[in-house]
């Protein structure tokens, strides 16, 4: 099966600029995350989806993170406006329902933020 | 409560010797404890995972120890070759929710 598949890979963004990355599931994958792993340290998870409802956004900053799953499929991830501490890779993961145990990341998208 | 100590930071082990790595966590609540296995440029794949009611698991070259009484668990990987090398990180989570991971550990393995 195909895996989870991330766009863009890699981004720079000016601080203060805006940025939005992008993830499509494995098919059929009912739940979706948004992870941020910053060098050297373990995923933390940013926020949690069932289909197109939000399970736990509680660890997202929400003054300057959104994020969406229209449809219960892909989602994207927006940072708006960027900080210097925003420079991390963010993950997306899926699987196929909450309490479906492990589940598949995608290879990330590595945001640098000057 | 949520965290997940990990140790150690790195590792450096010849080839086919024994890599160990350690994990210890908090809340009991815990039913899930998930191994995860990174390469530069890749997210986090599953290695091997275990649940609380059972002492120890083992896949091919992988085992995870399990010690509910005093809250850790470990990785051992036996035999372990070059392209073992990676970053491992140990997590724990609640009916498969909440995913709290660790720090992570740099293993190298010497040819």
């Known amino acids: 099966e195909a895996g989870v598949a991330q766009s863009p890979r890699y981004k720079i963004i000016e601080k203060r600029q805006s940025v939005a990355f992008w993830c499509n599931p494995i098919s059929g994958h009912a739940t979706l995350y948004w992870y941020q792993q910053i060098l050297g340290q373990g995923p933390k998870l940013l926020i949690q989806?069932?289909?197109?409802?939000?399970?736990?956004d509680s660890q997202l900053p929400k003054d300057r993170f959104s994020a969406e799953r229209l449809k219960g499929v892909d989602s994207t991830l927006k940072i708006q406006p960027a900080k210097l501490e925003d420079s991390a890779v963010y993950l997306c993961a899926s699987s196929l329902g909450t309490g479906a145990y492990g589940y598949t990341f995608g290879s990330g998208t590595r945001l640098t933020v000057v | 409560q949520q965290q997940v100590k990990q140790s150690p930071q790195s590792l450096i082990v010849q080839k086919g010797g024994i890599s160990i790595i350690n994990c210890a966590y908090e809340n009991t609540a815990f039913d899930y404890f998930p191994w995860y296995q990174q390469f530069p440029g890749k997210g986090p794949a599953l290695l091997i995972a275990?649940?609380?009611?059972?002492s120890e698991k083992k896949e091919g070259r992988f085992t995870i120890s399990f010690n509910k009484s005093a809250k850790q668990f470990s990785l051992h990987i036996m035999d372990s070759q070059p392209g073992d090398s990676a970053t491992y990180f140990c997590a724990a989570s609640m009916y498969g929710q909440n995913f709290v991971f660790g720090p992570g550990t740099r293993l190298s393995v010497l040819p």
């Open positions: 275990i649940r609380p009611d059972v």
């Open positions: 989806f069932q289909n197109n409802g939000v399970v736990d």
